[in-house]
């Protein structure tokens, strides 16, 4: 799902903690944001995803640049996700209960995505036992499950192993590829971002620094706070 | 520590020997402090989850007295309720005093501010956290409020079980406004403080025991659909 964001400011108080003129995102696009801490980043997506509201400025989803948030179509896994006091399983699958899925439809949904992601062994499991890796990849099944058409990652792989986040990562170009949902990821993986991103995007102080294709942002940035950025260097 | 000895074996005894009046006690304990806590459930579980959820001018004031009204000493609501419905009270023409039905009204004054104040701590706690996802996964305010309710159920069951602890142990609100009489309004804590007086101890013992017995029953029922739906 194409998105514009027009002149978005959100403000807590005397503090403007995101200030974005303008940003696209392209049907069927894979934007990476990234951003030191307390960029503005998380809020960012928060915004899109409808579960804040920005104190100016307008979105537009879809071709026909509607101002309404289709809740139905989009979902964010968080940071630190929230997982309903059930087993894994019936986490996936409440997203497709909601949306009035037969059982059958949904038990074969649940399969492919446990089977995918490597949560057969712990469909019984109660969600409040898994580590926190497989709490991530539970919460990132059922954000699946739908097949919503846009993706909103907040650090989808900061508690995941090396091997499985090479897994996630083929997963999420898969979908987006495959099934042309359009994918917003936060990373403070550069090299992660190098791998998946079509496009880049840094955030710091609540500004869009840079955005452009991976390959030129994260290689030549134009922009000094860019570049500091990728070496490595702390932003003030 | 004979008393204590004797009193154990008088209640066992009592209790294999049905003794009539034993039961019709604990029958109206029962009835009693389970229907002051289904009302109270009813009025606190709702409140709760509003006050949980919204906010409104006054909040914090109401939030104070709510949390002082937890902590309500027994004998003043049953002294309020009993001004209220004595016979030249304000709503004397009733004719409720020393009835179970005002001794109901005075518990569900008790344990409703209990289930209240300890639902809006657990959806102040939740609730948030639930909208925001019911949101990314496209529940509507209806669905949302019942994916909330669906996951505070364990910690709303416990503030009913906590509700009806109270009921079913306090003495002072059952005693000023149903006094004790006997084939009435006489409950499982007021005889146990009149055969103290009496100087009967093996029948107080004995009636204590089936009161503790009778709590942990419920407890352990309650704790085991806790556990089963956690
Ligand atoms: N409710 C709030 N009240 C005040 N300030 C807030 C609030 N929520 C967020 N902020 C501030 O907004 C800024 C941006 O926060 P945000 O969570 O978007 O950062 P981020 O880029 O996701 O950082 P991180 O990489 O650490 O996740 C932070 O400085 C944060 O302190
Ligand atoms: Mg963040």
Known sequence: ?236 | MQEIARGLQEAIKMLLSFDPEIYEIVGLSLRVSLSSVIISTCLGVPIGVLLGLYDFPGKRALIRTIYTLMSLPPVIAGLVVFLFIMRKGPLGFMGLSFTPTAMIVAQVCLVTPIITGLTYNIVKDKADRVRRLALTLGAGRRESVKLLIYELRVGILAAIVTGFGRAISEVGAVMLVGGNIVGKTRVMTTYIAQLQRMGNYDRAIAVGLVLLLIAFTINAILYNIQEKNA
């Not at chain 1, 989009?74 to 087993?87: A, D, G, K, R």
């Not at chain 1, 919460?139 to 090479?166: C, H, V």
């Open chain 1, 1 to 236: 799902m194409k998105i514009k964001i027009e002149n978005i400011k959100k403000t807590y108080g005397e503090r403007t903690v995101l200030d974005i003129e303008e940003l696209s995102v392209e049907e069927g696009s894979l934007l990476g944001v990234i951003g030191p801490n307390g960029a503005g980043k998380s809020t960012l997506l928060n915004i899109i995803a409808g579960i804040e509201r920005q104190t100016e400025g307008k979105l537009y989803y879809g071709e026909n640049r509607s101002e309404t948030i289709p809740y139905r179509e989009i979902t964010m896994v968080f940071q630190s996700p929230y997982l309903l006091h059930t087993t894994a399983e019936k986490n996936i699958a409440y997203p497709l209960k909601l949306r009035g899925w037969q059982d059958a439809a949904i038990n074969k949904r649940v399969e492919e995505l446990t089977e995918e992601l490597g949560l057969v062994r712990l469909r019984k499991q109660k969600a409040w036992t898994l580590s926190s890796g497989e709490m991530q990849k539970v919460a990132l099944a059922r954000a699946l499950s739908f097949r919503p058409k846009l993706l909103l990652l907040d650090e989808p792989t900061a508690n995941i192993d090396p091997a499985t986040t090479g897994e996630l990562e083929r997963m999420m170009t898969k979908i987006n590829e495959r099934e042309g949902t359009t994918i917003i990821i936060i990373t403070h993986n550069l090299s992660q971002a190098k791998r998946i991103c079509q496009n880049t995007a840094l955030l710091h102080n609540g500004k869009l620094v840079e955005e452009g294709p991976a390959s030129v942002l994260l290689k030549q940035p134009k922009d000094p706070i860019t570049q500091a950025f990728i070496n490595g260097e702390l932003l003030i």
